[in-house]
């Protein structure tokens, strides 16, 4: 039983921060590292990137949005109950360099998996400008972290509600006009990793992405996390999660994510009423 020590909820209940007491994993896991966590013995595998790890507590932190059945599961976990199952650290940690100038831009849950890929970077000594976005303000997360790992930060929404009326994309494309920039790293929906990396390319700057495909096992064994890249079939727990942005097939990545999307609305439905009923 891997124990949950702090709990909170954010945008309005829909993205749920879990630290949970796993202190083999803190000892080893490094930026860019997932875990896999299952609530229950028969529950469903599901992968999660690292946002934060303490050694001394011996703990991780888990965030997520809660989209189907298994994290509508994990959200009625309170502090006290435990995860059946946390295994990793799994999948290759973040390659960490100084290069200069640095742009982290990340959107929805994503801001919580580059929050520590934007932590290493800044404390290597580059100079990081972080760009984060949300559809509005409600659902923006982790600005004061991401605001204390970065040497300048930039926040949007879809709607306008809070910071620049608009997409990330729109700040990354200023930022890119002004030069230097050697590395950039985005991390959130497939659609705005796809378009980020477009635009980066146009500028020449180098990019990494992390994906978030379906996955089972962890292990490469499953085949289920199969992504191609540069015209190469890839496994993203094993040989990823993070590639280059720009060689990734993302219109194939949104296809095979879209597979199970009928079945988890359904499962969900069903648990919500279930849940409803007891």
Known sequence: MFRIVNREEMAGGTIILNEIEAPLIA???????????????????????????????????????????????????????????????????????????????????????????????????????????????????????????????????????????????????????????????????VPMMKFVSKITKEFNVPTMVSLNPIMVDGTGMCGGCRVSVGGETKFACVDGPEFDGHQVDYDELMRRLQAYCEDEKKCYNDFCTMQQAS
Do not use: W
């Open 27 to 189: 000892k080893k896991a490094k930026p860019g590292q997932f875990v896999i966590l299952k609530a229950t013995e028969t529950g469903e595998r599901i992968p999660l990137t690292m946002a934060d790890t303490d050694r001394q507590k011996g703990t991780i932190t888990i965030i997520y949005m809660v989209v189907g059945k298994s994290t509508a599961l994990f959200k009625t976990l309170k502090v006290g109950d435990g995860y059946q199952d946390v295994i990793g650290p799994l999948g290759k940690p973040t390659h960490i360099e100084k290069v200069g100038k640095v742009v982290c831009v990340g959107g929805g849950t994503g801001i919580a998996v580059l929050h520590p890929i934007t932590r290493a970077l800044k404390e290597i000594g580059n100079h990081v400008i972080s760009i984060i976005g949300a559809r509005t303000k409600d659902l923006l997360i982790l600005e004061d972290r991401m605001k204390a790992v970065s040497t300048e930060l930039h926040v949007c929404t879809d709607d306008g509600s809070y910071g620049h009326h608009g997409f990330v994309t729109e700040v990354l494309k200023d930022v890119l006009a002004k030069g230097d920039v050697r590395l950039a790293v985005a991390i959130g929906p």
